[in-house]
């Protein structure tokens, strides 16, 4: 199968279109369609084998927001059709809205089927292009059950969506392995954005009423600029005002290779955007043997089996929180088993394996379909 996938590889979802990419050109042909985002590296590039990325060279060479990409999709179209007009793909998959518009434009007249992916995040004001774009697909993929649903009230009819999770490297990230070094101190760590509606305001809170045990937050601007960085001062200022500060360490932004090691050396693992993600953090730390406690949205929904494999809170309740996590602690027993029954389901339900398989899974039935 010669499969297209048309998605921005800059940001959060970068991660998740390289390693499925990279399942899929085992057996298959994959070439991402990317505008370029960066003036380093060429053009035509292969990340792995059986796959080809393809830098556009459309529009400023820098990330953009998607509405800032919005101008440029015309010309992004139109290079996708002259490519396509002389080998077209079997099979197209696009991701989030801006993927959608060019993909479809690119595919104007060649008879190839579109599969559409939107991601968890709805924007208000790109909702009739999300609608028009999910009616037009051959198949949408939601990445959970909350997703999916979101999609059938937007109007995407149920037979065209088909749930396929978001994955995790249960290679890099896995309970054997080094461990960051640690003091006496319970510790907790969360990983991500520390921006509004990402947990971690929520965190220092619950702090206050964990005596004893410490917070380590990865994530934000480069450790150089967390001084000036508007999120990061107002963390600090709200550990300041709860008495916490001392127990706070915000490590900034980490390479990626850094955070099994991080995830190894905590106690809990706490993620409590407000917001449905991709769940991506709760998955490593799952994977990494370390129980979870995750916001009750989104894909954790599916992922996190409440009391068994972590413990899901509504967000925004440092209170609650700060309650689960004490009880947490304060059984090593009841940690161990989280932790063991976390990592194996990740192993099971969310490798990058298995996720592969299932998309194939969604191709083969959409190719069908349209024949």
């Not at 009880?327 to 940690?335: F, G």
């Amino acid at each position: 199968m010669n499969i297209a996938i048309v998605a921005s590889t800059g940001g959060s979802r970068r991660q998740q279109i390289l390693a499925t990419a990279r399942e899929l050109g085992r057996e298959h042909r994959v070439t991402i369609y990317s505008r370029r985002e960066s003036t380093e590296g060429k053009s035509r590039t292969k990340p792995a084998p059986g796959v080809v990325l393809e830098q556009l060279d459309i529009g400023p060479a820098r990330a953009l927001a998607a509405d800032e990409v919005a101008p440029y999709l015309a010309q992004v179209g139109d290079e996708l059709a002259k490519r396509w007009s002389h080998e077209p793909p079997d099979l197209i998959h696009a991701h989030n809205w801006t993927g959608g518009l060019a993909a479809v434009a690119g595919a104007d007249g060649l008879r190839v089927p579109v599969t559409q992916t939107f991601g968890p995040v709805k924007q208000p004001a790109h909702l009739r292009l999300e609608r028009a774009l999910g009616r037009r697909a051959d198949a949408v993929i939601a990445g959970c059950l909350d997703e999916e649903a979101t999609l059938i009230r937007l109007g995407v009819p149920r037979e065209h969506i088909a749930v396929v999770p978001y994955g995790v490297d249960t290679d890099k990230f896995r309970r054997q392995g080094p461990a960051a070094a640690r003091g006496t101190h319970q510790r907790l760590l969360h990983v991500g954005r520390i921006g509004a509606g990402a947990g971690a305001q929520t965190i220092v809170r619950a702090l206050a009423g964990l005596p004893d045990v410490e917070l380590v937050i990865a994530g934000g601007p480069a450790p150089d600029e967390l001084e000036h960085d508007p999120d990061a001062r107002r963390l600090r200022a709200l550990a300041e005002r709860l008495g916490v500060a001392d127990r706070v360490t915000v490590l900034g932004h980490v390479p990626r290779t850094t955070v099994p090691k991080l995830m190894r050396g905590a106690d809990v693992v706490v993620t409590l955007p407000s917001e449905p993600g991709t769940g991506a953090v709760a998955l490593e730390a799952m994977a990494c043997g370390v129980p979870v406690i995750a916001s009750a949205v989104g894909a954790h929904l599916d992922s996190v089996v409440d009391g068994v494999t972590g413990l899901l809170v509504p967000p925004d309740k440092p209170a609650r929180t700060a309650r689960l996590a004490r009880e947490l602690l304060a059984d090593p027993t009841r940690r161990t088993a989280i932790g063991y029954a976390g990592a194996d389901r990740a192993r099971s339900r969310y490798s990058w394996e298995r996720i592969g398989q299932e998309l194939l899974r969604v191709y083969s039935d959409t190719l069908a379909a349209t024949a």
